[in-house]
């Protein structure tokens, strides 16, 4: 049914009154809201507050052409690695998940532990259709070449081998949201592959000492099964 057709069975006299009072009363658009209805409130709750970062002078808000994007199936090792836990809206509000990478270099850094070929990723364990945002956990990790033990700073997991969808992304990190969506909701029903049971993640390959951002570059991967 489109949102046309719903409009006007309600009695308003298009899309448009629909749309603004729609938004007035939820705080999202109706095209929003469908297509985060399996996802509930919490979900919604998430994008507004990726928007107030958005909402910026000289920020594009449209959403990027991913005519061109590729997404290719590959078999990902296991990595041994030390994180930092962060609990926040995904996608950066508030620079919060660079913060905490930021913190987790600085600590390694003072132990000698980061080369030129250290490797970062960020585990993203929760789904915003269940959590609510303020509660979705990212682990801020870095790839162990060492051994090293937990202290008050960090602790230590292991990310199991598994099969993955990798997207090659490079845009700020307020814009990963829209790329996981796309991931989700356009390539992965078309693709034959379902959602697997592991974590998904994003991954900075050989980042060594810069900034992680996906500014410079980001591997965005969906565990997958067949």
């Not at 007035?24 to 469908?34: K, L, M, Q």
Request: charged fraction near 20%; include cysteine; glycine fraction near 8%.
């Amino acid at each position: 049914t489109s949102i046309t057709q719903i409009a006007l069975e309600c009695g308003f006299s298009g899309s448009d009154t629909f749309s603004r009072s729609f938004r007035a009363g939820f705080g999202s658009t109706p095209r929003t809201f469908r297509t985060y209805d399996r996802l509930g409130f919490d979900a919604i709750e998430q994008n507004n507050s990726l928007s107030l970062q958005l909402q910026r002078p000289g920020v594009d808000l449209s959403y990027e052409d991913v005519s061109g994007l590729h997404v290719r199936i590959e078999r990902r090792p296991e990595y041994r690695v030390v994180y930092i836990r962060h609990a926040g809206p995904y996608g950066d509000v508030g620079a919060s998940i660079s913060g905490t990478f930021d913190t987790l270099q600085r600590w390694a850094k003072v132990r000698g532990l980061i080369n030129p070929e250290t490797s970062f990723l960020g585990l993203c364990p929760d789904n915003c259709s269940v959590t609510p945002a303020k509660h979705c956990i990212y682990d801020a990790c870095m790839v162990l070449a060492n051994h090293v033990l937990e202290d008050e700073v960090v602790s230590i997991q292991t990310i199991p081998a598994a099969t993955y969808a990798v997207l090659d992304v490079t845009c700020p990190p307020v814009k990963l949201n829209r790329m996981w969506s796309w991931m989700s909701s356009t390539w992965l029903p078309a693709s034959g592959y379902k959602f697997g049971r592991g974590q998904s993640y994003e991954f900075f390959p050989r980042f060594g000492s810069l900034p992680i951002r996906s500014n410079f570059g980001a591997q965005l991967c969906m565990h997958v099964s067949v």
